[in-house]
């Protein structure tokens, strides 16, 4: 009876077990079957955004090559004027070294012009003193009476401002240069030069409202760089002066503007007379703030350049502006040396 009860019970106990992995087997293929059916779905949506990455970087990696050729393009032309530049600094320290060798040789010629200004000023000295004598104490000299041509040159300082229209750079350009160097010669030495075109431009920007020092070295220098200068110019003197007077006039130094030109393009002679006086003040000594004289180019009157109204029209111009500005006006009558 034992027996077959124990018999019994070990029969049951297989079976259950039996169950019990079969039921354990079905989860575990139940899972699988349902990992299956969502695995499709996740990989196409991990395929879309592989794909839109693979997009994203392929269109980076354009515009970086794109930049690259455009950064490449900068580095040449960059390269290019580097190149010239350096060319440019060689032929400046050639220029450089010339001048040195100038200034060597001509140490002894300073020598003798300090000697002979020596002698200058004690002859001076001694006039003043037989003038004193002659006339007695109570003479005063006109110190203002220092002209030359009867162009007054007691400045200190010296402005130019010169038509760089077409007319003039194409035909009377030599004589101009021509005449810079008698205008530097009057005036053998000074505190300070300045080169502007009729626009109020400057020849050179980095002394732009300030002064270039006055040196042999310097003079030869702006002759030269005079030579290829050309910039815009509207042939109308106006804006030049006004800037200039606006930038270096201050009622205690000596300033002289010399206006280069052939011809006046602009509005109203009235007008422009009135605002030149408005910069161009009078002191309480009754004398303006910086002098005005002007050179007058023929190159209208020989049918070079154009009309001949725009030349009488600057003629007129400067004469009334030279005198109402304590300074002279000359007309050349010939392009001719």
Known sequence: MSRRRRRRDAETFSLSFLDVICCGFGAIIMLLVLTKIGEPGAIEQASIELRGLVAALQEEIYDIRGETRILNRELSEKQEQLSKERERIARLQGDLSDIHGEFRSSRQLSEVNEIVEGALVAAQQELSEEMERLLGREFQRDESDLTIGGIPVDSEYIIFIIDTSGSMTSFAWPLMLQKMEEILEVYPKVKGIQVMNDMGNYLFSSYAGKWIPDTPG?????????????????????????????????????????????????????????TVDRHNRIDAQGN??????????????????????????????????????????????????
């Open 218 to 274: 310097r003079r030869r220098v702006i002759i030269n760089a005079l030579r290829n200068w050309r910039v815009f110019s509207n042939s109308s003197p106006i804006e030049g002066i006004q800037r200039a007077i606006r930038t270096y006039a201050n009622g205690r130094d000596k300033v002289s503007l010399y206006v280069l030109g052939d011809e006046f393009t602009g509005g109203s002679i009235d007008e422009v007379v009135d």
């Open 288 to 337: 303006r703030l910086v002098r005005i004289h002007a050179i007058g180019f023929p190159v209208m009157f020989g049918g070079l350049g154009g009309g001949r109204s725009t030349g009488v029209r600057f003629a007129t111009l400067m004469r009334i502006l030279c005198e109402r500005n304590d300074g002279s006006f000359v007309a050349l009558s010939s392009l001719n040396r």
